[in-house]
Nanobody, 114 residues
Framework: QVQLVESGGGLVQAGGSLRLSCVASGSIFSLSTMGWYRQAPGKQRELVANIRYGYTNYADSVKGRFTISRDNAKNTVYLQMNSLKPEDTAIYYC?????????WGQGTQVTVSS
């Protein structure tokens, strides 16, 4: 069982920045793919970014604005979000994936005002 605890969400004006953090329990964090997903009201959950070892992947809508990183010593994955837009408003979820095992965090609300 892996538990994920997210933090760092909040209300920010357009153009501002936030950094999300997700701490994972367990001892095999470094072998997992960690990701951030988001879900806006009335929309499907979508991948924002993920990271496996040193390789990263981003949704086109956030490229150049968001940066995903991980600290394996702290079992933590981060999402630095810059130049935020109102359309980035959503609940952001942390995801842990390894093989057929997958876990989700409880989500953290990000609201960007115009």
């Amino acid at each position: 069982q892996v538990q994920l605890v997210e933090s760092g969400g909040g209300l920010v004006q357009a153009g501002g920045s936030l950094r999300l953090s997700c701490v994972a329990s367990g001892s095999i964090f470094s072998l997992s793919t960690m990701g951030w997903y988001r879900q806006a009201p009335g929309k499907q959950r979508e991948l924002v970014a993920n990271i496996r070892y040193g390789y990263t992947n981003y949704a086109d809508s956030v490229k150049g604005r968001f940066t995903i990183s991980r600290d394996n010593a702290k079992n933590t994955v981060y999402l630095q979000m810059n130049s935020l837009k109102p359309e980035d408003t959503a609940i952001y979820y942390c995801n842990w994936l390894m093989g057929s095992q997958e876990y989700w965090g409880q989500g953290t609300q990000v609201t960007v005002s115009s």
